[in-house]
């Protein structure tokens, strides 16, 4: 133990009496220690460090006591480590590490691991005269180096194998163990830590479990981190990709295929054609090939350590690039409803063959359908719709050719006729000085040809499908007749409409029932007729009551127009009988809204006889 110098004599008290007094007080004093809650020995900071400093702070001492003194695990001389005299501020210490204060606060330095213990400090206090103790515990800490991490198995296999992973470390003093897998905490039901987190145990490993995995220790005062340590899972080989995907080649191209499979250590590979055995590498490399190159090529890929194999197929096939079709056909000018059948003329067989109708895919039903590996076409009951460009196409997985155009002409027709003039019934009206054209419209091909009929007479100078008349009189009034024919078709169609030319047409619409002025002038001779009729009866009643008197010549005269003119004649009683006549002139009256009058009305007589 290291003393330091002794303190000075005071007062001539001999210091053996002293020495009497400080033994008599410290028997009776340690009959009379007190240590409560409030007294403790706080260490700053809280852990030590190997290597480091740390402060042993006293507190709960109401009074500064005359001495410190400190001990290490119990308090026994023996295990006593340094004292402090605060009358003459002398400091004792068993090593230098150690510096005691007045305050009594203890300082250590350079720790080490073995200065982990209890540390206890007494006192008296002057006043009671009472031992006074504080207590309180010193850990301390090294700096953890960083850990490793090893593997029960350095090459387990996929599904099959369970692995444990155990965190390595040379300290003894860790508190705490974490595992990381990349960077995250575990988190899997096949996942299981030890008891004391050292060790790591992955059930049933896959691909997925290959890490990287990382454990970290940890006490009060430092950490540490291991390095990555990443799993070599043995797997695979799964299924194998074959590209290019493409199974079309031409005839003399190259064929190369290229065979790949995920697998851990890398697979080996070997390339089969119809199961025979060609090449032992993942490349496949055919130069010029033919036809018989088509067939089945497979590719198989196996791992030594996992003892696994695996294999895909692909359907390689080689065709020639395809030569230009034609097409024939029984006939490419056809009478509406015959029966067609077209050829696609092509040199190679078992070939793909589309057909076109106007540039377009032909859309096929029950009266258009192919046959003979779709080389035959054929169309029954053609109809006018089905006249367009045809063509059929050939192709294989390579190449593909287009005929040229075949174009079918269908002929048909005519089918009906209608007149541009639309007739009420079969009658058309036309206005008296107006302008008659009729124009007979027939759906034809080729286009038809036309003969009119007037009154069933045949008008030889007019061959085309217009009847024009540019200023209609009363004549033109009949039956009007137009005959369609087909030179082809050896078809024909007619229709007869009857034109009745009027004065004026009705107000709904000028096909109404207006009279003509024929039928206007009859229905006013007729009433003038019997107006003189009428007359005629009343004097000869007259007459006959007279008892035969004289005879009496009467000759009357009337007229449509609105000047009637009358005439009467007397003969002598003694002149013979002579008959009368009474003539009437009809002249049909100008209509006021025509422009032009109609033809004089002949004359008729009415004789009337005694």
């Known amino acids: ?16 009496g002293l020495l009497l007094t400080a033994s008599f007080l410290s028997c009776w004093i340690q009959q009379t220690t007190a240590q409560t809650a409030s007294t403790t020995v706080v260490p700053n900071p809280p852990y030590g460090t190997v290597g480091g400093s740390v402060s042993l702070e006293v507190l709960g001492f109401s009074e500064q006591p005359p001495r410190y003194t400190w001990y290490k695990s119990a308090v026994d001389s023996s295990h006593q480590i340094a004292s402090y005299v605060t009358s003459t501020g002398e400091a004792t210490t068993i090593e230098s590490r150690l510096d005691v204060f007045s305050n009594g606060s ?55 194998d369970t692995v444990s992973l155990t965190c390595q470390f040379d300290s003894q003093d860790v508190t705490y163990l974490v595992w990381f897998i990349n960077q995250s905490s575990p988190a899997d039901d096949r996942i299981v830590l030890s008891l004391d987190n050292t060790t790591l145990t992955i059930i049933n490993v896959t691909r997925e479990d290959q890490g990287p995995y990382q454990c970290e220790i940890w006490n009060p005062v430092s950490g540490n981190k291991s390095e990555p340590f990443t799993l070599n899972i043995t797997y695979g080989p799964d299924t194998p990709m074959i590209v290019p995907t493409d199974p079309h080649y031409p005839v003399g191209a190259t064929l190369e295929l290229s065979c790949s499979a995920d697998s851990n250590p890398p697979a080996q590979y070997t390339w089969l054609f119809s199961g025979m055995e060609t090449v032992s590498t993942s490349q496949l490399s055919i130069p010029n090939v033919n036809l018989n190159d088509t067939g089945t090529y497979t590719c198989n890929a196996s791992n030594s350590v996992t003892g696994l194999s695996s294999s895909k197929d692909i359907n390689i096939t080689i065709s020639e690039i395809v030569s230009k079709p034609n097409i024939t056909a029984n006939s490419t000018n056809v009478i509406e409803n015959a029966t067609l059948f077209f050829t696609c003329n092509t040199e190679h067989e078992g070939i793909n063959i589309l057909w076109f109708f106007n540039n377009e895919s032909l859309s096929l039903n029950e009266r258009k359908y192919l046959r003979e590996n779709n080389q035959t076409l054929i169309i029954e009951n053609v109809t006018r719709e089905d006249a367009g460009s045809y063509q059929c196409e050939v192709w294989n997985p390579i190449s593909a050719k287009r005929s040229d155009s075949l174009e079918l002409t269908v002929n048909y027709g005519p089918d009906y006729i209608v007149f541009s003039l639309s007739p009420v019934g079969d009658e058309i009206q036309v206005t008296f000085a107006e302008q008659l054209n009729l124009v007979c419209q027939v759906d034809s091909y080729p286009p038809a040809q036309y003969e009119w009929q007037v009154n069933d007479t045949v008008i030889s100078n007019l061959t085309d499908n217009t009847y024009t008349v540019s200023n209609v009189s009363w004549e033109d009034s009949g039956k009007y007749t137009c005959l369609a024919w087909n030179n082809v078709t050896n078809l024909s169609v007619s229709k007869t409409v009857t034109i009745t030319v009027v004065a004026e047409k009705s107000s709904e619409g000028g096909n109404g029932s207006s009279l003509s002025a024929g039928a206007i002038a009859g229905i006013v001779i007729g009433v003038l007729a019997g107006v003189a009729l009428i007359g005629a009866l009343i004097y000869f009643l007259f007459f006959r009551n007279a008892g035969g008197a004289s005879e009496h010549h009467l000759t009357e005269h009337k007229s449509s127009a609105p000047n009637h003119s009358q005439t009467y004649s007397d003969s002598s009683p003694n002149r013979t009988e002579e008959v009368s006549y009474a003539s009437v002139n009809f002249n049909a009256q100008k209509p006021r809204a025509m422009a032009q009058s109609p033809p004089p009305m002949n004359t008729v007589y009415s004789e009337i006889k005694k």
């Open 1 to 16: 133990m290291e003393s330091s110098s002794q303190a000075p004599h005071s007062g001539g008290i001999p210091w053996k």
């Open 106 to 160: 203890l300082i250590i330095r350079d720790l080490i691991l073995s200065d982990s213990d209890d540390y206890i400090v007494e006192g008296v206090d002057p006043t009671t005269l009472e031992i006074l103790r504080a207590q309180g515990h010193l850990t301390v800490y090294g700096l953890l180096s960083k850990p490793t991490i090893n593997s029960n198995n350095t090459a387990p296999v996929e599904n099959k």
